[in-house]
């Protein structure tokens, strides 16, 4: 079977979710059977460094204002001619935006597979900036153009379809966890709490997410000033400037949060909007915590009957689902967090997310 080579074209590679997947992804597939690149639209970000480390090609094309930058389009163009690749796989608006236009340039299109990625539901564009309006516009008209749209959820696929996307093909592979990095360990819960100042027998709960109005941290804070007597990391770029509330401890964006989540009881998903397939709430669950979660994207379906779905926007809700987790007896929480460990392993690991991928690039490509 011949190796396929697989060039992704993202936006950035700095913290996120689409940006996490790719990297696990590329990574964790068997190097005798594909040769990944990555072409970043934007320099730097934490997983350019890693990905290079662990031996894969990284290309940061110069994007430095709003695409179309000619400079940098030419700098991919250039890259398709020279690595010839069996498939272009784009991640994100722009990057999606980007892999169409520069295959479609480069003079490869016959010869080369084209898949574009959805990574989120239903957007409030009113809350972003005028150039994600203008991409996600042009990506709907555009829609017929690659070979095929992988969404990583049925609820991010069924929202672009009501938004006009008519893709030729489409499937919906969920993100996978990797279950071995992101594991339980209570021998080390008591330590962990101890570096962060937070009690032993305190009811802890782990909320992960950058600052982004589809976040919702104001639910959050709302939902832990009706609940004093339970304490939250905010871990997530920017959430070190959240208001100074004595439950809440602010970490900003962390590099250890496999870690971090071995000290929590409860994993904790506020988000008003625009969520696919929430790694935030997978990871935490492979952690063995128990998910609260608002019920946007396809979380109801990465939950299942583990943990606790409420209304988005309804801070009452929230704290009434973290309450009733926290509060559980000591057996009851075990086997809620066994199973939600469980559900994880057994349905979202990182192999099968590899897997799936590979299957559908070897359909395409044959």
């Known amino acids: 079977m011949a190796r396929l080579r697989i060039l992704h074209v993202i936006t950035g590679l700095d913290a996120g979710g689409a940006e996490s997947m790719l990297a696990a992804l590329v990574t964790a597939s068997p190097r005798d059977d594909f040769a990944h690149h990555v072409a970043s639209l934007k320099a730097g970000g934490v997983h350019a460094a890693a990905l290079r480390a662990a031996g894969?090609?990284?290309d940061e094309l110069g994007l430095t204002r709003q695409w179309p930058d000619p400079r940098a389009l030419w700098h991919l163009v250039r890259l398709i001619r020279s690595t010839r690749p069996d498939l272009v796989q784009g991640w994100l608006y722009h990057g999606d935006l980007a892999a169409w236009l520069g295959l479609a340039l480069s003079g490869r299109r016959r010869s080369t597979r084209l898949a574009w990625s959805l990574r989120g539901s239903k957007l409030d564009l009113a809350e972003y900036r005028r150039?994600?309006?203008?991409a996600v516009g042009a990506c709907t008209a555009l829609s017929r153009r690659p070979d095929i749209v992988i969404a990583n959820s049925r609820a991010g696929l069924a929202e672009h379809l009501a938004l006009g996307y008519r893709p030729r093909r489409s499937a919906v592979i969920y993100n996978g966890v990797d279950i071995a990095r992101f594991s339980p360990d209570p021998a080390r819960k008591i330590e962990i709490r101890r570096t962060l100042g937070i009690g032993e027998t305190t009811p802890l709960i782990a909320h992960v997410a950058r600052m982004d109005p589809m976040k919702d941290h104001q639910t959050l804070l709302a939902a832990m000033r009706l609940i004093p007597e339970i304490h939250?990391?905010?871990?997530?770029a920017g959430?070190?400037?959240?208001?100074?509330?004595?439950?809440?401890?602010?970490?900003?964006r962390r590099d250890d949060v496999p870690r971090l989540l071995q000290a929590a009881d409860v994993i904790v998903s506020s988000s008003a909007y625009g969520e696919g397939?929430?790694?935030?709430l997978a990871e935490g669950m492979a952690a063995g915590l128990p998910a609260v979660a608002t019920d946007v994207g396809d979380a109801r379906e990465l939950v299942a009957d583990t943990g606790v779905i409420v209304a988005a926007r309804d801070p009452a809700a929230l704290a009434a689902g973290i309450r009733s987790l926290v509060s559980e007896d000591g057996e009851a929480h075990r086997?809620?967090?066994?199973?939600?460990?469980n559900r994880i392993k057994e349905n979202f690991s990182l192999a099968r997310a590899v897997a799936q991928f590979g299957d559908t690039y070897r359909?395409?490509?044959?």
């Open 56 to 58: 894969i090609e990284v």
């Open 232 to 236: 939250c990391l905010a871990i997530g």
């Open 239 to 252: 959430t070190e400037n959240l208001p100074d509330l004595r439950n809440l401890h602010r970490l900003g």
């Open 277 to 280: 397939f929430s790694n935030a």
């Open 363 to 366: 359909e395409l490509c044959d």
């Open 335 to 341: 086997r809620r967090s066994e199973h939600s460990r």
């Open 131 to 134: 150039g994600l309006r203008l």
